[in-house]
């Protein structure tokens, strides 16, 4: 069984790069025909999809993200990073990590405030 754990920051100033580690038991993040996302949910926005990384290595963001989120994998750990910049409070939000849109971890609270 796949476990997803998320671990980051709580708490961040404006300005700031969001950095958030996801790492993954049960399974390799490159076998298989296997996507490793990120998502988002705030009480104002709802579900937000961040972004992806494929098996392979090839990443997909969210076209309205595409020039502040990076997403990285770490094969020697079975780890998976989104890095998000020039955060705002509107990037207030619980981040999760999911294996193919239908497994997440429990998320982490990221709150943006100066």
């Known amino acids: 069984q796949v476990h997803l754990q998320e671990s980051g920051p709580g708490l961040m100033k404006p300005s700031q790069t969001l950095s958030l580690t996801c790492t993954v038991s049960?399974?390799?993040?490159?076998?298989?025909?296997?996507?490793w996302n990120w998502i988002r949910q705030s009480p104002g926005k709802g579900l937000e999809w961040l972004g992806m990384?494929?098996?392979?290595?090839?990443?997909g963001v969210n076209p309205s993200l595409v020039s502040r989120v990076f997403i990285s994998r770490d094969l020697s750990k079975n780890q998976f990073s989104l890095d998000l910049h020039s955060i705002t409070p509107e990037d207030t939000a619980l981040y999760y990590c999911?294996?193919?849109?239908?497994?997440w971890g429990q998320g982490t609270q990221v709150t943006v405030s100066s």
């Open positions: 990384i494929a098996y392979d290595g090839k990443m």
């Open positions: 999911g294996l193919n849109l239908g497994t």
């Open positions: 049960g399974a390799s993040i490159a076998t298989g025909w296997a996507t």
